[in-house]
């Protein structure tokens, strides 16, 4: 008989526990920052693409795409592999540099029109092609940063990173939730605090661009991460022009692996041809 009141009592607990294990669980699943450290497992990732426009008195127009993975670690992001392509063809910019005796400024527009690939392993970020490629030396294909930056399209591709529980936190701190969807603002001095890619992509801000705000609006999937990120900015200036950065994931926990390039073939800034600094130093999108 005593063992079948214990049985009995073990099966009421049984029955009495689930709804409150089913209500952790169910806890856990609505909050995104702890659905977000859940896919942190080395070898694990998440696919991404970027699309960039510029809205202006003129028109729309878009002005960049990217696609990439962010390949996670134990505790985040770990490493990450892009690539972006300006929607510019060479002949776009023949009238800017026709008789134009800079050869600098003249391949700085060549590389505009041609794809960048940029791999960051750890804080070490590898760039091909683009702008960096015209001036690359003739037996390496890669350039090396070592602050970690993320090449020339980074600046102008999506630097607010919902992959971070960081700058989730921050995003969610004041946003507004509606149906599965949060949306608010921040400013890009808040996120060069609390973001090591918004500090890769834009670099440290100025006092006056550090003002600047981001209208944000991020769109969740069932398991609580992130399928869409869009983001919007005001570049300033007359024509009161704004950049929309439309960002989509997904593959979520899919294996990714990156690697970085093979040292043979990876050059340092010093080693660039002449020219490739001040080429590159031209600030763009709100920089």
């Not at 977000?36 to 693409?49: A, H, W, Y």
């Not at 878009?62 to 929607?87: E, H, M, N, W």
């Not at 550090?210 to 069932?222: E, H, M, P, Q």
Request: glycine residues 10%.
């Amino acid at each position: 008989m005593k063992r079948y009141i214990a049985g009995l009592a073990c099966a009421a607990t049984a029955v009495l526990g689930a709804p409150a294990l089913a209500s952790t669980a169910h806890a856990q699943a609505a909050d995104p920052i702890t659905a977000l450290k859940s896919q942190f497992s080395s070898g694990r990732g998440v696919n991404f693409v970027d699309t960039t426009k510029v809205q202006g008195t003129q028109g729309n127009m878009v002005l960049a795409k990217r696609t990439g993975a962010f390949q996670f670690g134990p505790s985040g992001i770990s490493a990450s592999d892009q690539t972006a392509q300006l929607r510019f063809k060479e002949s776009d910019f023949e009238g800017i540099t026709e008789g134009e005796e800079d050869e600098e400024i003249s391949k700085f527009f060549a590389g505009l029109a041609k794809p960048e690939r940029v791999v960051r392993v750890k804080n070490t970020t590898y760039v091909s092609g683009g702008v960096m490629g015209e001036f690359m030396p003739a037996d390496k294909t890669w350039v090396r940063f070592p602050d970690g930056l993320l090449g020339f399209t980074g600046t102008m591709s999506q630097f607010v990173n919902v992959a971070e529980p960081a700058t989730l936190k921050a995003l969610l701190a004041h946003a507004t939730k509606r149906a599965g969807t949060y949306s608010g603002k921040i400013t890009f001095g808040e996120l060069n605090k609390v973001s090591p890619w918004f500090r890769a992509s834009k670099g440290t801000p100025a006092a006056k661009t550090a003002k600047t705000v981001v209208s944000w609006k991020l769109f969740l999937g069932s398991d609580r991460l992130a399928k869409r990120l869009v983001t919007t900015y005001s570049m300033g200036g007359s024509d009161e022009s704004a950049v929309t950065i439309d960002t989509r994931y997904t593959g979520w926990g899919s294996k990714v692996t990156v690697k970085a390039p093979p040292a043979d073939q990876v050059a340092d800034l010093k080693d660039l041809e002449e020219g490739a600094e001040t080429a590159t130093s031209i600030p763009l999108l709100g920089n």
